[in-house]
């Protein structure tokens, strides 16, 4: 069974005076690796630390999953038959995926590091991997993940406001922005001030805030 205690030293405790275990308070980590000690040894590890783990045997089983999947890191075996590691990412980084990948090798190639580095991996651990690097890899890789779902967020956020303007409200609010007064703007459009302050109060209040400064930051963080 993939939770039983593995038998094997496939992964090491570390140091005496590493930190106390983390809890990782039921968030997802996929495993994938051909090798079923592996996988049981990391289901293991993960589980006792709290973390919801989905395992798979070859990157094909991953790719095959993936569009179902919530966006979790991704701990990733370099050497597999059919597809290796640095092959499923680069498949990966072509469907826009990238979700942090910690890359595990039991041959501390420089060279494969290296590349896997290049492609956008989190980190490169060698086996047997000690527990304490793997966790404070995995707490990182969370943190980028949270980064990133925050930004997309933002830009998910400032683009359907800005979808509430008409094109004559985002041309008034573009020119604004460039530092032009009202009566300039009004000039540049051929309208007058007056609709020039229409098209301004009308638009500030469909962003939902009450400033110039607070239009440009919103511009700033559309996809």
């Not at 683009?159 to 008409?166: D, I, Q």
Request: aromatic share 4%; net charge neutral.
């Amino acid at each position: 069974m993939e939770h039983d205690q593995p038998k094997s030293r496939l992964i090491t405790p570390g140091r005496s005076n590493a930190p106390k275990p983390v809890n990782f308070g039921g968030r997802c980590v996929y495993v994938i690796d051909d090798d079923a000690d592996v996988r049981r040894s990391l289901h293991f590890l993960l589980t006792t630390r709290h973390a919801e783990v989905t395992s798979f045997k070859s990157a094909g089983d991953f790719l095959e999953a993936v569009e179902g999947l919530t966006p979790s890191p991704i701990i990733l075996d370099v050497r597999m038959p059919r597809m290796d590691g640095l092959q499923l990412i680069g498949q990966l980084n072509s469907r826009e995926i990238d979700w942090p990948t910690i890359f595990l090798s039991g041959h501390g190639d420089i060279s494969i590091a290296v590349r896997a580095l290049k492609l956008g991996a989190a980190d490169f651990l060698e086996k047997p991997v000690v527990s304490a690097d793997l966790e404070a890899c995995l707490e990182k890789t969370f943190a980028t993940l949270d980064a990133k779902t925050a930004t997309r967020d933002l830009e998910s956020d400032a683009t359907k406001r800005w979808a509430r303007l008409t094109p004559r409200e985002c041309s008034v609010l573009h020119h604004l922005c460039e530092g032009l007064s009202n009566k300039q703007v009004a000039y540049e459009l051929n309208i007058s001030p007056r609709t020039v302050e229409m098209h301004r109060a009308n638009a500030l209040r469909q962003l939902g805030v009450r400033s110039l400064p607070e239009v440009i930051k919103l511009r700033g963080a559309q996809s």
